[in-house]
């Protein structure tokens, strides 16, 4: 076997024009393939990473009416809603797959609440705990970060992220500076800034709502001062951080249930914590890539079989041209079964290297589609490893005909050609 | 007994039509001979030569080869036979092109699943043994004609078969070549190998032992010189 395999190769290379254009469609349809599906791996890596952000497999809990979150600003505290305590974060910290947990309360886009001299600042306002930032993949890029000290003696100390910083105080340090919020004067105390920086990309508007949203910056405060810029007991948003970006969901999902348990709401006021499933929303919008893209993985398909029509004349030429040779390898002992593996062996090889070259091909003509149309792609190893498979099915099935051509030939008919 | 025929005979279809090609042909050959089958072409020689090499079926009539009656035997089971007991030489060598002498020599043996040391050390045995000892490595056009037809004798005789089955082995080659490669046969038949020649040159058939002379689709004059 390993031998016709050689002789297999010493004859492609033997015939190299004949057989790079015998393999050309097998190429071009395997190229065209890996590419499309590197693509569409890329795309929805892309979804999947930007709805998700930099990776820290963040998953939000969140009061809920109906579908949409509960809007504190607007509306009154909703009866039966108590604050999650420390023993229950503990719990949904604890739960299977998460890591950590951070209770805060925000306020979003809202005039008038946070003010440097005259100048106001419509970003988010949050109330956190001590590990929001740790949950949430932050690191205290100037100054410092809450100590404990800043919770227990209500201290009036407000930390920025960057976007914020850069906006209240361009090209200035912020440390030290004083920030109002809600008329009560806050001392800003540190700057922090994502771990790993994440920039989505954005090149429509709709990108911009689907993956920026508000980013606006964010000012931060020590969740024992809430009660001063908002409300007393006021129930708080869960931050879950999970292991992996796959146990989001489960983790949300039982977490929504922990907090759920406590709460007394009327039956028909349908208010209850739900996990803002990110996943999810990538999975529709993956949804919606793919289906566009396995049509094309049909059509690039059609090429793989005029490719294999393509094997399966050029099998039908070699036997006729090799019939000489057939004659004399009967004559000298091959068996029938001895043929039809050399040239199935033959055909199988020859796609199979068309199915290698085109995976390659195909594999770079993906990066120039990233590079020129901007978006990312992603190697699928299942994927090529099929495609190699595929192509060597191609070779056997269209090569059968040949070889049993070549198999069922006459000797003396054979040795009688010239 | 290395060979037997009796009353074969072969006809092919034409058409509708049946013509006969051999007529109630009987043939012995014993162990060692050297027979010449000669005739003019369309005298059936080729016809008698590939009943004779497995490759054919007769009409009726009885093959034994080395005491095995060839009647009914599947194509699998010829296909062993021919590369146990005979050794084809053709009157082109009929070499792979892609394949040096040595691969060409033990091209046999891989039929037979012998292992590839084995292979290759028996087939410069049998190079050398035809006087090509420095060509094993040459691919066939590298080689002169007569040279090819020697490989092509080493092949035939590598698997060590019953019979050396030639058919004008010298009709492609120039005198002086085609001297060298009656003289290999002349010596392989010293050594003890059987050999049946087919040839329309009486010249050549002056080489064996026993002449038979076809005409026709019969064999008309048998005898040893």
Same mark, same amino acid.
Request: hydrophobic residues 40%; negative net charge; charged residues 20%.
């Given at each position: ?51 998700? *952000? ?68 419509? *970003? ?33 100390? &407000? ?11 361009? *090209? ?210 299942? &994927? ?35 | ?225």
């Amino acid at each position: 076997m390993i031998e016709n395999i050689g002789l297999s190769i010493q004859g492609i290379w033997n015939h190299k024009l004949r057989s790079l254009l015998t393999m050309l469609g097998i190429i071009i349809g395997i190229a065209s393939i890996i590419a499309i599906v590197s693509t569409i791996k890329g795309t929805n890596e892309q979804i999947k990473q930007q709805l998700i *952000g930099a990776g820290n497999n963040v998953v939000t809990v969140q009061l809920s009416q109906g579908d949409s979150p509960f809007e504190m600003q607007y509306t009154a505290k909703p009866d039966g809603v108590p604050v999650i305590s420390e023993d229950t974060r503990t719990r949904l910290a604890q739960v299977d797959g998460a890591v950590d947990a951070s209770l805060y309360t925000q306020r979003t886009y809202v005039d008038g609440l946070i003010y440097c001299g005259n100048t106001g600042f419509s *970003g988010t306002l949050r109330g956190i705990d001590s590990h929001y930032f740790g949950v949430n993949g932050y690191n205290v890029y100037l100054g410092r970060g809450f100590s404990q000290q800043d919770y227990d003696s209500y201290k009036k100390v &407000a930390i920025l992220d960057q976007s914020a910083a850069g906006s209240i105080f361009p *090209g200035q340090n912020p440390l030290g500076k004083v920030i109002e919020i809600k008329q009560e004067p806050f001392t800003i105390i540190g700057v922090v800034a994502l771990s790993s920086t994440y920039e989505p990309k954005v090149e429509t508007l709709e990108d911009y709502y689907t993956y920026v949203g508000n980013d606006s910056g964010a000012v931060y405060i020590p969740s024992a001062q809430w009660p001063l810029v908002a409300q007393f007991d006021e129930p708080q948003i869960v931050d879950i951080q999970a292991a992996t970006t796959d146990d989001m969901t489960v983790v949300g999902k039982d977490a929504a249930e922990i907090i759920n348990a406590n709460l007394t709401v009327k039956q028909d006021s349908n208010i209850a914590y739900k996990s803002n499933d990110v996943l999810e929303r990538a999975r529709n919008l993956q949804q919606l890539a793919n289906a566009t893209n396995q049509q094309l993985v049909w059509i690039a398909s059609i090429s793989l079989l005029v490719g294999g029509i393509g094997v399966m004349n050029i099998m039908l030429v070699t036997v006729t041209e090799r019939t000489r040779e057939i004659g004399l390898k009967k004559a000298i002992g091959a068996r029938r079964s001895r043929i039809l593996w050399q040239f199935l062996t033959e055909a199988a090889v020859l796609t199979s290297l068309g199915g290698i070259i085109g995976v390659l091909t195909g594999i770079g003509l993906a990066q120039i589609v990233s590079r020129v149309s901007g978006s990312p792609t992603a190697i699928s190893v299942p &994927a090529t490893a099929l495609a190699v498979v595929f192509s060597m099915l191609i070779g056997i099935v269209f090569g059968l005909m040949p070889a049993v051509k070549a198999a069922n030939l006459n000797p003396i008919e054979a040795l009688r050609r010239e | 007994m290395v060979l037997e025929l009796r009353d074969i005979c072969k006809d092919y279809a034409r058409g509708k039509m049946k013509v006969p090609v051999l007529h109630h042909i009987d043939l012995s050959v014993e162990e060692g001979e050297y027979v010449a089958i000669m005739g003019p072409s369309g005298s059936g020689k080729t016809t008698l030569m590939n009943l004779i090499g497995c490759l054919d079926v007769p009409t009726s009539g009885k093959r034994i080869l080395r005491g095995e009656d060839l009647d009914g035997l599947s194509d699998d089971r010829l296909a062993d036979l021919r590369n146990r007991e005979i050794g084809f030489v053709f009157q082109a060598a009929d070499l792979l092109p892609g394949m040096t002498a040595l691969e060409n020599v033990a091209l046999p043996l891989t039929y037979r699943g012998v292992k590839k040391k084995e292979r290759l050390q028996r087939a410069k045995e049998m190079l050398e043994r035809v006087g090509l000892g420095d060509r094993l490595d040459h691919k066939p056009n590298q080689l002169s004609g007569g040279q090819c037809q020697r490989v092509a004798i080493a092949r035939a005789m590598v698997g060590n078969p019953s019979l050396l089955l030639a058919d004008e082995p010298t009709g492609a080659l120039d005198t002086q070549s085609g001297e060298q490669v009656m003289e290999l046969f002349h010596h392989l038949n010293q050594e003890g190998v059987t050999i049946i020649m087919i040839t329309h040159s009486s010249e050549v058939a002056a080489c064996a032992q026993k002449t038979y002379l076809i005409r026709d689709g019969r064999i008309q004059t048998g005898g040893s010189r």
